[in-house]
T-cell receptor
């Protein structure tokens, strides 16, 4: 079974609008972390936001917020007030703290911001 | 020290040749990771080091692949007898700790990657 599932290969959003990128995860660990990374065409993975499994509040970092629904095992990324520079690939990832040190990544969502 | 550096950025090689990539992590980070990313996929874990010790290896790391971190600073990833299926982006990342419980303070920093093309 896939640890991380991103079902939206590509998304389009109008500049200044909000967009939600979907992510569901699969784990039996109680202690885990969920992350979103942005990968522009240059290739570097840029950390955006983190949510711990025990965090009760949804994480926010500037224009990024993470809609964490633990019972549904979903961790959707919301980008508010989209900018042209937000056009990139976005990856959801998970670390299971009790079983290892690696990240499990989804297949990514390509976001295009339209002027 | 501005981040994780990887060299080269691009490498084109003929099938059967050996290639070596280098990663220079953030100097105060004791953990170093290698990932491979093929087209249209997310990165997949290959291996990780804590200081100079290689503590975990993925099944993806066949016997043609070897990684070293001899002095606990920079790391090299060597692929012997390259195959076309090795064509991918090879990403290096470093971190200071396992990150728990506040990963955001100690998260991974990724390099820009080395893009390998085997022809």
């Amino acid at each position: 079974a896939q640890k991380i599932t991103q079902t939206q290969p590509g998304m389009f959003v109008q500049e200044k609008e909000a967009v939600t990128l979907d992510c569901t995860y699969d784990t039996s660990d109680q202690s885990y972390g969920l992350f979103w990374y942005k990968q522009p065409s240059s290739g570097e993975m840029i950390f955006l936001i983190y949510q711990g499994s025990y965090d009760e509040q949804n994480a926010t970092e500037g224009r990024y917020s993470l809609n964490f629904q633990k019972a549904r095992k979903s961790a959707n990324l919301v980008i508010s007030a989209s900018q042209l520079g937000d056009s990139a690939m976005y990856f959801c990832a998970m670390r299971e703290y009790l079983t290892g040190n690696q990240f499990y990544f989804g297949t990514g969502t390509s976001l295009t911001v339209i002027p | 020290d501005t981040g994780v550096s990887q060299d080269p950025r691009h490498k084109i090689t003929k099938r059967g040749q050996n290639v070596t990539f280098r990663c220079d992590p953030i100097s105060e980070h004791n953990r170093l990771y290698w990932y491979r990313q093929t087209l249209g996929q997310g990165p997949e874990f290959l291996t990780y080091f804590q200081n100079e010790a290689q503590l975990e290896k993925s099944r993806l790391l066949s016997d043609r692949f070897s990684a070293e971190r001899p002095k606990g600073s920079f790391s090299t990833l060597e692929i012997q007898r390259t195959e076309q299926g090795d064509s991918a982006m090879y990403l290096c990342a470093s971190s200071a700790t396992s990150g728990q419980p506040r990963e955001a303070n100690y998260g991974y920093t990724f390099g820009s990657g080395t893009r390998l093309t085997v022809v």
